[in-house]
């Protein structure tokens, strides 16, 4: 297959574009207008592999997409391209909603116009995935049953709103037209690229730079968490032997408070990169007269811990139920959270390039912005 990813040099993008160079003989036409969230860097080998070809193209622009699509001729679309990060969108909409709703009926129409020239066993094996995300159902108190397919859309933030709003042209392109969809709903992704803005990577870099650890709230929030690379054989599964105009939910039956996520990695990084402080100890001996000796105080990465403003609308708990994908497709997550954030935080140790290039002036504006005025309120 020829698979058009838009979105492929994110975080999850790059990780399914990476997947489906090593792990399959497909070929990757790759769709990303490099925002601040893009970076070719996350690509690694597949980058300059044959059989991925880069087009720094914006799903915004419809005569570009249908450029892409005259010119490479796909036979199934993955779309992962978004504006990504709920925090952004309560900070600055707009460029949510022309992105994810606008971007998303942009290629669709891009992709229908194409697919209905198709013969007929062409249009038949055609698939467009859309992967979206477990925010579009809003969230569950602490007894409410996990999300299936069937819960009710109720989403909170502009970001879960405008994903929400792109299932659902997803959905009626399908029933109006009979383009044959896919939807995914996935719950909190991690592990290696992923951008220092969200949880896990920011905490992980500013417990390394001695920097306070930003704990919306009191940190009672639960958030389901999937290490990326099982969301990408999640979703070459779906793709290759989903039903079309099906909808599957994706999760990591990991069910964490955002207060176990950040004392999760203290307790990784003071194994792994142990802080310790040389002071000098003053006392006194038996004749009152004082000895000073030099002994190292072992600092605990938690003590960075700092509670700060939560974020408004802030969703209470998500959680995914997975029967489905697991019954139909036989997917069931493979990294338990222990190795899976082991693996990402020696990634992030390992990496300092990536993520010195990464955090350019916009990425230190974007910090100034949420967490200048924010302030500390208590630490632990
Ligand atoms: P990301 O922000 O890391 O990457 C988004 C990519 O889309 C970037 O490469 C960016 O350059 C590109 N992009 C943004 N606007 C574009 C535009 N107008 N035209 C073309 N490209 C554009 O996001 P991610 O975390 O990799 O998420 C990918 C997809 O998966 C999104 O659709 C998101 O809603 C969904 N999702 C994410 C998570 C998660 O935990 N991160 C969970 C479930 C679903
Ligand atoms: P995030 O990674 O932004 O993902 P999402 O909001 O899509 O779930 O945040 C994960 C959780 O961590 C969420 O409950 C908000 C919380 N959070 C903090 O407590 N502090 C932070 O600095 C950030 C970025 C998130």
Redesign the pocket.
């Known amino acids: 297959m020829k698979i058009l990813v ?8 790059s990780a399914l574009v990476r997947h489906i160079i090593e792990k399959t003989s497909h070929q990757a036409v790759n ?5 601040y ?2 970076n070719p860097e996350s690509l690694g080998q597949a980058r300059d592999h044959p059989r991925h070809v880069f087009e720094q ?4 622009d419809r005569q570009a997409l249908d450029r892409v699509f005259r010119e490479h001729r796909p036979d199934a679309v993955m779309h ?6 709920v925090d952004r969108s309560i900070a600055g909409p707009s460029v949510f909603v022309q ?1 994810n709703v606008t ?1 998303t009926q942009n290629l669709l129409e891009a992709a229908r116009v194409y697919w209905s020239e198709l013969d007929a066993h062409a249009r038949r094996a055609f698939r467009f995935h859309h ?4 925010e579009v159902f809003g969230d569950l108190g602490p007894e409410d049953p996990a999300f299936t397919e069937k819960t009710p859309y109720a989403p909170s933030s502009p970001y879960a709103a405008s ?1 929400a709003a792109s299932d659902h042209l997803v959905r009626a392109w399908h029933r109006t037209y009979g383009l044959p969809i896919l939807i995914t709903n ?4 991690y592990g290696p690229y ?2 220092p803005e ?1 949880l896990i990577p920011l905490m992980i870099l500013n417990a390394l730079e001695g920097k306070p650890l930003p704990v919306y709230g009191r940190g009672e929030n639960v958030r389901d968490w999937l290490y990326v690379e099982d969301h990408a054989r999640a979703l070459r599964l779906v793709l290759e032997k989903g039903l079309p105009g099906r909808t599957y939910n994706i999760g990591g039956r990991c069910e964490k408070t955002n207060m176990e996520v950040v004392t999760a990695i203290c307790d990784i990084l003071d194994e792994l990169r142990p802080v310790t402080s040389d002071e000098s100890q003053v006392t006194k001996d038996g004749d009152g007269l004082q000895v000073t000796s030099d002994t190292s105080r072992v600092t605990r990465h938690s003590s960075l811990i700092s509670f700060v403003p939560d974020r408004p609308g802030h969703d209470r708990r998500y959680a995914i139920d997975d029967a489905r994908i697991s019954r139909e497709l036989g997917w069931r997550p493979q990294e338990s959270f222990d190795s899976g954030l082991r693996k990402t935080i020696k990634w992030y140790l390992d990496n300092t390039e990536w993520v010195d290039r990464v955090r350019t002036g916009e990425y230190r504006e974007w910090i100034e912005t949420n967490y200048g005025q924010r302030g500390a309120v208590s630490t632990l």
């Open positions: 838009t979105g492929g040099a994110g975080f999850i993008g769709v990303d207008a490099l925002t969230a893009g193209v914006d799903i915004r992962l391209a978004a504006e990504s990060h992105t971007g992967v979206s995300t477990d994903k996935c719950s909190n992704n992923q951008f969200k």
